[in-house]
């Protein structure tokens, strides 16, 4: 157990629908980042906050949003979902933020659009 | 600009066998590289890392060196084990890039009885 909860497990939706997913943190991790993991792309890095700024974007869509709460929380929004949505979302945190500190990662949500 | 290339898979070894993972990388700066593992229906767990160069990362007999002059960081075991089945990730992250980590595409490994 990494200490990362993620929510929810399992997501089953409809194209051009919009969803929410939650990640926690470890407790006192202040960096949190998002990646989508599918068949055909491997593992993207999407966007990462860090006690609660935006710090870095990867290959997100214009229709995903993110955002970093009080709380370190953090959500991923997917808006207008296509069927290439599908996929496994992840998110990780990390105490400093800093290039040498180790990711420890949630056991993810799967999302399937329909 | 950065980036990860790793061993094409599936690999499938019997126990007790030697693995090598081959993992190149490509970066603007100085970067830190890890070995990321998932087990199957799992989030990715952190198997080891070098943050410098020459710098060797181990973990449950599980090696890798950071050779700055190859830009490489093999990860090796000397007998693999029924339970290391497993999709392996090497991964960079370079501070010089905002400290975003990019992955390889990841290598699944099988070891047989």
């Known amino acids: 157990d990494s200490g990362v909860t993620q929510t929810p497990k399992h997501l089953i939706t409809a194209t051009g629908q919009r969803v929410t997913l939650r990640c926690s943190p470890r407790s006192g991790d202040l960096s949190v980042y998002w990646y989508q993991q599918s068949l055909d792309q491997g593992l993207q890095f999407l966007i990462q906050?860090?006690?609660?700024?935006?710090?870095a974007k990867g290959n997100i869509l214009e229709r995903f949003s993110a955002q970093q709460f009080p709380d370190l929380h953090s959500e991923l929004n997917l808006s207008s979902l296509e069927l290439g949505d599908s996929a496994l979302y992840f998110c990780a945190s990390q105490t400093s933020g800093d290039s040498t500190d180790t990711q420890y990662f949630g056991p993810g949500t799967r999302l399937t659009v329909l | 600009g950065n980036s990860v290339t790793q061993m094409e898979g599936p690999v499938t070894l019997s126990e007790e066998a030697f693995l090598t993972i081959n993992c190149t990388y490509t970066a603007t700066g100085y970067p830190s590289l890890f070995w990321y593992v998932q087990y199957p229906g799992e989030g990715l767990q952190l198997l080891l890392k070098a943050t410098k160069a020459d710098d060797k990362g181990s973990n449950k007999g599980f090696e890798a060196t950071y050779r700055k002059e190859t830009t490489s960081f093999h990860l090796e075991k000397g007998s693999v084990q029924v339970s290391d089945s497993a999709v392996y990730f090497c991964?960079?992250?370079?501070?010089?890039?905002?400290?975003?980590?990019?992955f390889g595409t990841g290598t699944s490994l099988t070891v047989i009885p």
């Open positions: 906050y860090y006690n609660g700024e935006e710090r």
């Open positions: 991964a960079l992250s370079d501070r010089n890039t905002g400290n975003q980590f990019y």
